[in-house]
């Protein structure tokens, strides 16, 4: 059992909480048991370590199963050396170290995607991993990020995404003209979520959301600039029917991403 919340192992696994040890490394941390079973279920292969306080893998005993089964070292650790490798105040019982598997863009459109998520210059973490969870529940086949968007391997990114980062590919470091050319060699319709844009009633009702589709959201302060808008198909905006001033960005991209979901499926 690791005990030594300052021994050299455990600073490393700590350091992954930094992107200059991810960059370095081609690491990243997951915490919790629901992100740690979710990758030793979808993507086994990824995982490369995996730490537990006791306490943790007797009320999990299906995640030190699967951990064995898919060849991984699973290590007991104390709950402050647990304390030290996470990224959280309170972690959840478990660490693991992963390995980074971003997908290469020209696979994204290769699989004849019909719903893609671009985000460009996302920087909140809570907003893109929670946009890569709403993907994959909308059942969409890619999310691309472009330009300067957050780390896909920053811990709240992982945390936010809830395990959707291993069931839904993502692309990253893209540059936002070349994914909006392969979007459209691809036969997708780019739609640019923005305030000034058309109601999104209105372009659902004209049939526009029933073939494939790549929805683009924008900078959470900043939004999407007119030159970015203008390379977009159309700019649709989601209604708000109440006092709100405005809507986060993370639930305008999951109305967004469902109303494309709802009528691909009607």
């Known amino acids: 059992m690791l005990e030594n919340p300052r021994s050299p192992r455990v600073r490393a696994v700590a350091k ?22 979710e990758a030793l279920e979808f993507r086994p292969e990824l995982v490369v370590e995996l730490y537990g306080t006791p306490s943790a893998l007797e009320r999990h005993e299906g995640i030190g199963r699967a951990a064995v089964a898919a060849g991984v070292d699973v290590e007991y650790v ?25 997908t290469a863009l020209k696979d994204v459109f290769a699989a004849k ?10 920087r909140d973490p809570g907003n893109a991993g929670t946009i890569v969870r709403a993907a ?24 936010s995404s809830t395990g959707s980062i291993f069931h839904v590919p993502v692309a990253v ?49 900043r939004g999407l600039p007119d030159e970015q808008l203008a390379l977009a198909d159309r700019a649709v905006t989601v209604p708000i029917y109440g006092h709100a001033e405005s809507m986060n960005l993370a639930t305008a991209a999951s109305v967004c991403l469902y109303e494309s979901a709802f009528a691909h499926r009607s």
Do not use: H
């Open 173 to 221: 470091g893209a540059d936002l003209e070349d994914v909006l050319n392969r979007a459209r060699a691809a036969g997708l319709t780019v739609l640019a979520a923005d305030v000034k844009g058309e109601d999104l009633l209105s372009v659902r009702q004209e049939g526009v959301l029933d073939g494939p589709t790549a929805w683009l959201f924008g900078n959470e302060a």
């Open 78 to 102: 104390t709950e402050e050396v647990l304390e030290a490798m996470a990224d959280t105040v309170t972690p959840q019982g478990f660490v693991a170290v992963c390995r980074q598997f971003p």
């Open 113 to 122: 995607p019909k719903l893609v998520a671009i985000l460009e210059e996302v």
């Open 16 to 37: 992954l909480a930094k992107k200059p040890a991810r960059a370095e490394s081609g690491l990243f941390l997951l915490e919790g048991p629901q992100a740690v079973a």
């Open 136 to 159: 994959d529940a909308a059942g969409a086949d890619a999310v691309v990020f472009s330009g300067r968007a957050v780390d896909l391997y920053n811990p709240k990114v992982v945390r």
